[in-house]
């Protein structure tokens, strides 16, 4: 099997080139092929791609299966894993299956809440630990050793990747990741970028970009109704006027176009701020129609 990733999102976040990852969802029939279809639509245009894991506390198929057909079309996988699904032994199990079958970025999480999908009741969070303690379980694979001490003869040498949350998350909280080895951010969505700059500004000062890349979350919204959910119920994101009024009215195709546009907007006021490595392209339920919109418009094509 190929490693696209060891050419592509590892060297560029370490050359300082502008980096631009995306996010694919697994869907939740085991049927390969929209998984196949939209890394063929993210190869050329994207660095690497996440694979979420049963995000928003639903089923679905299991992001290692999903990440190796990525890696069949020639797409690099970031390796999304939750602590809220596995104990310290299947998130060791997974991960040096992950090594083994060519995955080298992991992003390491707690999960969203059992109560925001259908499972509640059914089921109880396992979560040994939260999303820093998986950052230092991943850090002491690379360093050779599992977590009761059993030693690796083939380390693992995951690059890891965390999330952080703009208006929300403190100095300290960041810098407690970077202690425990996080090597890039990827960030909530951001649509007021001015905002954004204001909690970003400190977080240069104290020197967290330095030790490891910002990549910035953006969106292209669909509707009205979506950016509204986002800005009311959503932790850290914030939308601003001239973003809700550029989506007032519109739906179907015109909401879509509205919605690239403002995206490639986005993109263009984060480039301009020092310290903003790349950004981090989600578009559920229509990612591989509008990754490749986005990046077109806005000249990041690689190809």
Known sequence: MTD????TFADALSTGEFVVTAELGPPTNPDPEPVRRT????????????VTDNQVATVKLSPLACAVWMMEEGLAPILQLTTRDRNVMALQSDLLGAWALGVRSVMALSGDPLNVGPYEGKTKAVSDFDSVGLIRLVAEMNAGHLAAGEQLSSPTGFCIVSAANPLVDSIEKLEQKL?????CFQTNIVYDVGR????????????????APFLV???????????EHMHKNIPGIEVDTATFE?????AGDEAKSAGVDIAVSVIGQLRSLAKVSGCHLMAPGWEAEAVPRVLESGGLARC
């Open 4 to 7: 696209p990733e060891s050419k």
């Open 39 to 50: 890394a063929r639509a993210f190869v050329g245009s994207v660095h690497a791609a996440n």
């Open 179 to 183: 202690d425990a080895g996080v090597q």
């Open 196 to 211: 954004f700059a204001e909690w970003f500004e400190p977080v240069v000062a104290a020197g967290i970009p330095d030790r």
């Open 217 to 227: 979350g953006v969106t292209p919204p669909r509707s009205m109704r979506m950016l």
């Open 246 to 250: 550029a989506m007032e009215g519109l």
